[in-house]
């Protein structure tokens, strides 16, 4: 079983940038793969990136494409979600899981998941 928080969300000016982190801990294997959500109120949960452990590789979904970039660091444990250029259509909570090592963006290939940060883009 993995474990993940997240952190890094808070209140940003629209335009603005914010990087969240998901910091994975428990059985890491090479066949995971982590995915980033999003959740706005009164809306399902949609996919915006996964992350292939093993081989660094990514996607990002379409529509997101050239503002946000998912990442990890060298050996550490965590990946990174950089948003560009926000807009107060991004608000909602953000969430990461684990699942196996796939590029997918469907909520129910994941397995674990995380609390969630919230991110409020506003004025």
């Known amino acids: 079983q993995v474990q993940l928080v997240e952190s890094g969300g808070g209140l940003v000016q629209p335009g603005g940038s914010l990087r969240l982190s998901c910091a994975v801990t428990g059985s890491i294997l090479d066949n995971y793969a982590i995915g980033w959500f999003r959740q706005a109120p009164g809306k399902e949960r949609e996919g915006i990136a996964s992350f292939k452990w093993y081989d660094g590789s990514s996607h990002v979904a379409d529509s997101l494409k050239g503002r946000f970039t998912v990442s990890r660091e060298n050996a550490e444990n965590t990946v990174y979600l950089e948003m560009n250029s926000l807009q107060s259509e991004d608000t909602g909570t953000y969430y990461c899981?684990?699942?196996?090592?796939?590029?997918?963006?469907?909520?129910?290939?994941?397995?674990?998941w995380g609390q969630g940060t919230q991110v409020t883009v506003s004025s």
């Open positions: 899981a684990a699942g196996p090592a796939a590029l997918s963006l469907l909520v129910q290939w994941y397995d674990d």
